[in-house]
């Protein structure tokens, strides 16, 4: 059965806000608030991945003038090396780019090495670091990509 990828708005803050607990287990909790908070903002665009109408994960992006941010992409441990991450991005970008974004950019750890393929696999291409970025003390890859 293919991905689904569907918009998502304020309604779905409490269903991302447990997706991207599931995704980042252990790691800093975003919730159903934050989300709300987020996707009230302008210039955002939530989609979710599904499958048979069961969510998997979700993106989160936000265009402000001609560059887009990915501000966070998360797929269910259970779903994962099926397609639905780089179904988000590929979409994510495209929704970016119809709101007039010329560029993307996004942070993402060093140690992260499934999110590293998947960017450069869908034309990211590494832009700078920051040291110590995280609080496990590992340092942000910056990436972008040209829409
Ligand atoms: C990163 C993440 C979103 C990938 O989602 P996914 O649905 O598994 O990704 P896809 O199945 O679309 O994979 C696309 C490509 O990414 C790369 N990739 C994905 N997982 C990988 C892994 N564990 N190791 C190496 N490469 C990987 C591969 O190139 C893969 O293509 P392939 O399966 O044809 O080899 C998912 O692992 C996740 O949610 N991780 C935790 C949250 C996170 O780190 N988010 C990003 C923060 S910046």
Do not use: Q
Request: aromatic share 6%; charged share 20%; glycine share 12%.
């Amino acid at each position: 059965m293919s991905v689904d990828i569907l918009a998502a708005g304020p309604e779905s803050s409490e269903l991302l806000a447990a997706l991207h607990a599931k995704a980042f287990d252990g790691g800093e909790v975003w919730n159903g608030a934050a989300f709300a908070t987020l996707l009230a903002g302008p210039g955002m665009d939530a989609l979710l991945a599904a499958r048979g109408g069961t969510p998997l994960g979700f993106i989160l992006m936000r265009t402000i003038a001609d560059e887009a941010e990915m501000l966070t992409l998360a797929v269910l441990p259970s779903a994962r090396r099926a397609g639905a991450g780089r179904a988000l991005v590929k979409v994510g970008l495209e929704a970016a780019r119809r709101r007039g974004a010329a560029s993307a950019f996004l942070e993402v750890s060093v140690t992260n090495v499934a999110a590293i393929a998947l960017y450069r696999s869908t034309g990211w291409g590494e832009a700078g670091h920051r040291a110590r970025y995280y609080r496990d003390g590992s340092d942000a890859l910056i990436m972008s990509c040209r829409l």
